[in-house]
Every structure is written in C-alpha cells, then in structure tokens.
C-alpha cells in the first residue's frame, strides 16, 4: 500500500482492481490496444472485519487470480487497487517529524491506541510523512491487518505477480489533471465506505472516511457528510472559490446517482479515464470498477 508511489512516479501498464466478489485486470498497451478479464471470488474468500482486510484464502482467490493474469498477459509489477473499506486511513498531524523510520512508527502507533478497535502491533503501516508548512509535518497513514494483507500478497505471488502499488481505490482520484492551482476533492463511494479527499498543489490537506451500514446505500447520510466536508474546507481549510470535484464510483453504486448528490461541494464530474476496454462476460459493476484501473494505467495526462 505504497501511496508515495501513487503519487510521485510513473504507473505501471498494468492494473488490478479488487473487490470481495470479483477480481480484474487490464493491461494496456499504446500500439495493440488495452485488454481485460475478470472473475467472480468464490464466497469467503475474502473476509472484511472491524479494521477492513481481516482474512484471505489464498487457494479460493488464486483461483480467481489466475485466468485473468492469463487472459491479460499482465505485467509481473502491477498497480493493484483495493476497496477503500479494506484498509484504515488517518492524516495525523507532527510537530516535528522523527529522524528514524522506527521512532516514526512508535508514534503512530500509539496514536492509533485511541482510533482503531485492534492492537496496533498487529497492524501492517504504510506512511507517507510531508511537510504542512510553517515547520510542521503531516503524516498520511494507511493501516491493515498484517496477517491478512500478508495472505494477499502471498495469493499475487502464486501467479507470478508482486505487486508495485497496492493502495485503496480512492487515490486514482489524486491521478487526474486539474486546473492551474486548482483544489481538487475526490469522491468514492462503494458499499460499506465513503472516502473524501482533499488536496491543493499534490499534498492531502484532508482525508475523510465514513463506515456506511449494509444493505441499500443510506443517501441520506452520505450527503450529510459531503456538507460536513463542504463546511470544514470553508471554516478550518479556508479554501475560497469553488473547487473541482471528482467522483468515483465502485461496485453496486450508480456513478449518477453519486453526481446527482455533490452539489455541495462546487462543480463536479466524474473521474477521466479512457472508456474501459470490451470485457465479454463482465458487468456494469467491473466495468465501473475498471475507470480507475484505466485512469492508472493508461496514465492521465497531467
């Protein structure tokens, strides 16, 4: 779950996005074209918990892994995107940032005591430290449950795949191009999760994460988030004029109906991507879920 990565260097040609029913990928190429396959996960597979990503059953996925790798001869260093309800995100501010990655890590986890329902030590972080101005520092944590992100790697392996990036789907949204000095607002919803970003000039100002109950998409509750959001931009951000909103949306969620829904947060549009690649077989949903995969590893143009 590299997010320095994602944001700073160039993306593989090959992408995966995965959801606990079904895996796909796509591999594109700039002279023959883009190809993509999926496949149903066998139920259980794959087991979200309290702190997202809880267990992995490696035969069941491989099973799945598999035929699509065949089917798109992909990359052995791929892009992999996960639901954002897998993983934890927190933005912790520093006042100063410690010298050693390890003292780092101690001081993270330790915050992470008051936030999450797990013991830190049994958690696997992936941080990304920059500067906040005015001598402080902020720190972008991404946290799992080590055991089961393990398992996930260990599934990649069996096809001959090591992951280059692995990171939750809303970060394809910090990929697309802005206006000059533009502040950019993404928006992914999927079932069980909202995610709201913010950034200006490539660094996160805000991440924002809701746990949604299960069953029918409660919109009710999601706008009221978004005019949270919309509030503390204006009141703690200060972030003046209207800023470009993004949105994305993942399986089971009509990007619509999501449009329709974010008119408090300014002008919006959903995520640019080049049109996902002929998939027989495949449905709304992974072909929704495959805008991202494409956004990523066609490379948007910035």
């Not at 990928?25 to 996960?41: H, L, P, Y």
């Not at 490696?58 to 699509?68: E, N």
């Not at 999601?222 to 972030?239: K, S």
């Not at 974010?262 to 449905?283: D, F, I, N, Q, Y």
Request: charged content about 20%.
């Amino acid at each position: 779950m590299n997010i320095r990565e994602l944001l700073t260097t160039p993306l593989p040609a090959t992408g995966w996005v995965l959801d606990t029913g079904m895996v796909a990928g796509v591999r594109n190429d700039r002279k023959t074209g883009s190809v993509c396959a999926a496949r149903e996960v066998t139920a259980g597979a794959v087991e979200v918990g309290p702190m997202g990503l809880q267990k992995v059953e490696a035969t069941a996925l491989v099973a799945a892994l598999r035929p699509v790798q065949e089917g798109i001869a992909g990359g052995r260093r791929p892009a992999v995107l996960v639901p954002c309800r897998w993983v934890r995100l927190h933005l912790m501010d520093l006042d100063e940032l410690p010298r050693k990655r390890s003292e780092l890590d101690e001081v993270v986890r330790w915050r992470l005591k008051k936030l999450v329902p797990v013991r830190p030590a049994d958690l696997r972080l992936d941080l990304v430290p920059f500067k906040a101005g005015e001598g402080r520092w902020r720190v972008l944590c991404v946290s799992g449950v080590e055991r089961a992100w393990e398992a996930l790697e260990q599934a990649f392996a069996s096809v001959g795949v090591q992951p280059a990036l692995l990171t939750p789907v809303a970060f394809a949204l910090t990929n697309a191009p802005l206006s000059e000095n533009a502040t950019g607002v993404g928006v992914h919803l999927e079932m069980g999760m909202l995610t709201v970003l913010v950034w200006a000039q490539r660094q996160l100002l805000l991440v924002h994460t809701k746990l949604l109950p299960p069953g029918t998409m409660p919109w009710e509750l999601v706008e009221r988030e978004l005019r949270t959001v919309a509030l503390y931009m204006r009141e703690r951000l200060g972030i003046e004029g209207a800023p470009e909103v993004l949105a994305l949306a993942g399986p089971g969620v009509a990007l619509e109906e999501l449009l329709g829904r974010l008119g408090a947060l300014g002008e919006h549009r959903p995520l640019p991507s080049p049109p996902p690649p002929p998939c027989p077989g495949v449905g709304e949903d992974v072909r929704s879920a495959l805008r991202a995969v494409m956004a990523l590893a066609a490379g948007v143009p910035r």
